[in-house]
């Protein structure tokens, strides 16, 4: 069951809401920065802050010119055949690969018109930031556009298609629960969704993703990020991947399975997420992240909560570290 962070129950900060999700940037990851403070070679640690699939696809073997040359239009061709597939992307709702989610999210203010955005908190916190920076009133009264993340991070809740002129779906974690994709809503006139590539193939570091949806808007998006946004290798591995429905079957087995795990090995009160991360109440948040990187393991703890720390998956040996860890 889903509980959603609000109220002094899991130390929801109400009053600090509005100034914390425009100006703080907090994210997973920073293993450089708990390196400096716990010690130890950025080597020695165990990443649990981010919600990216430990066990990546398997990258293909590259071509020369995947390195070398421009990506020409066929390459760009193939890769929006195999995304309409894999999303099943209903006919009318127009396809833009893009060098990763967060590109999108930084100039999907540009892209729609309006001076008002309601982006229901808490979560990523990249979405109001964006929209900030480039002048728009982050409020929840009146407002031109709504931005969903589906499902929530970090807290794993799902949303309807918002109600209003403008509605942006985050979908970087639908794909482990693929039938609760919103993506059959793609063709009504102000509508776009967003896919990220990194999180559910584990290949952050590719810098893939997709906008799905009214054809006016992609077109305005397309022309803000420019030509060849999206690089040879992540064209071939990106095309070979969406292109591979049994090995994403297989992985949401095994990520349901190793998120039941987690929960099981903690011990701790779920407070939600999805199989590619979990939100636990730990009580005090601070003291278990500073108690986990004394182990050298790295956490995701948050401005508007005391209580409340996200971890993603360990694979391998990371789950006999951090059992000892906790033990």
């Not at 100039?107 to 008002?116: D, I, K, N, T």
Request: contains cysteine; glycine residues 10%; aromatic residues 8%.
């Amino acid at each position: 069951m889903i509980r959603v962070a609000t109220g002094t129950g899991t130390g929801f900060n109400t009053d600090m809401q509005d100034t914390l999700r425009i100006a703080t940037a907090d994210h997973g990851g920073g293993i450089d920065a708990a390196a400096a403070r716990f010690g130890g070679a950025r080597a020695d640690w165990l990443d649990l802050s981010t919600g990216i699939n430990p066990r990546a696809y398997p990258l293909p073997a590259f071509a020369p010119d995947a390195w070398t040359a421009l990506p020409d239009h066929a390459a760009f061709a193939r890769l929006k055949a195999a995304a309409r597939a894999f999303w099943h992307v209903p006919d009318g709702a127009a396809v833009l690969a893009a060098p990763g989610a967060s590109a999108l999210i930084a100039r999907m203010p540009a892209v729609l018109q309006g001076a008002r955005v309601h982006i229901p908190q808490p979560t990523y916190n990249e979405h109001a930031r964006a929209f900030a920076a480039q002048g728009w009133s982050v409020t929840d009264h009146a407002p031109d556009a709504t931005v969903v993340v589906h499902p929530n991070n970090p807290d794993g809740r799902r949303h309807a298609v918002p109600d209003t002129r403008f509605a942006v779906i985050d979908e970087s974690f639908c794909d482990v629960t693929p039938a609760e994709t919103l993506i059959a809503h793609a063709t009504r006139p102000g509508v776009l969704v967003l896919k990220s590539f990194g999180k559910f193939w584990g290949l952050a570091g590719l810098r893939l993703g997709f906008l799905i949806g009214d054809a006016d808007l992609v077109a305005r998006m397309e022309s803000l990020i420019g030509p060849w946004a999206v690089s040879g290798p992540a064209l071939t591995a990106g095309t070979m991947a969406l292109n591979d429905p049994a090995w994403a079957e297989t992985t949401r087995a095994r990520l349901a399975k190793d998120a039941a795990r987690l929960d099981a090995l903690t011990g701790w009160a779920v407070v939600g997420g999805t199989s590619l991360f979990r939100l636990y109440d730990v009580g005090d948040a601070v003291g278990m992240q500073a108690h986990l990187a004394k182990h050298h393991i790295w956490t995701r703890i948050f401005p508007w909560s005391d209580r409340l720390i996200r971890l993603g998956l360990p694979d391998g040996a990371g789950w006999d570290r951090l059992q000892r860890a906790l033990a």
